[in-house]
């Protein structure tokens, strides 16, 4: 998402060129093709899980920055906690950066503190700062984003809500090949294969009919 002005210049340059650009939005070039993610989909199924699996009837959410692409985020998971839970509560605690580690670290304590039994971790470099986290704390559970962070820390982490970057690639380049790849942007989700939930890899114990609640 931060090489928008670089493509539009090259893009510019290469007309000829056909390009995909994932996680991202350049506009005003006809040969990109963007893609972006209803990330809301993914959160509101973790958020399915999460609110099904608290014992607290508490769980939090560290997020980056207060933006919209980030509140669409906020805004799934906490609509699937409370359609799965209508007693749940939702503790959304903002960083204000993405690169702040040691307030994101801070923030994810006081959600334990606070009583939230798991916490949604949808920021970069999770692994770095989280499980020494989870592991101060104890039974603090997580829900990593983008990719299955599961593997990473199989005692805490216990899902993870990930984007299907390959599937969108693939699926790009045969649309290429065939000649139906159109310029503008395009928004995927569960419908398209681009989204998805995973507990590969957790040894956390998660209600299976809670999995099944979220497919």
Not at 79 to 95: F, L, R, S, T
């Amino acid at each position: 998402f931060d090489a928008v002005e670089a493509l539009q210049k090259v893009a510019s340059e290469f007309p000829e060129q056909r390009y995909l650009f994932v996680d991202g939005e350049v506009t005003g070039c006809d040969n990109v093709t963007s893609v972006l993610f209803k990330d809301n989909e993914k959160t509101y199924l973790v958020g399915t899980v999460a609110g099904l699996n608290t014992k607290t009837n508490k769980i939090g959410m560290v997020v980056g920055v207060d933006s919209p692409s980030q509140n669409i985020f906020v805004a799934g998971y906490m609509a699937g906690a409370k359609a799965a839970n209508p007693d749940v509560e939702v503790i959304v605690k903002y960083v204000g950066s993405f690169a702040d580690t040691t307030t994101a670290k801070e923030l994810a304590l006081a959600e334990a503190d606070a009583g939230a039994g798991t916490s949604f971790l949808p920021l970069p470099a999770v692994p770095d700062w989280a499980c020494s986290t989870l592991r101060q704390q104890g039974t603090f559970k997580a829900i990593g984003a983008d990719v299955n962070q599961c593997l990473i820390d199989p005692d805490h982490i216990m899902l993870s809500a990930i984007r299907k970057i390959d599937v969108v690639i693939k699926d790009g380049i045969k649309s290429a090949i065939d000649g139906t790849l159109e310029g503008g942007t395009m928004v995927p989700g569960l419908k398209e294969d681009a989204l998805g939930i995973t507990n590969e890899g957790s040894k956390v114990e998660i209600d299976p009919a809670s999995l099944d609640a979220a497919q």
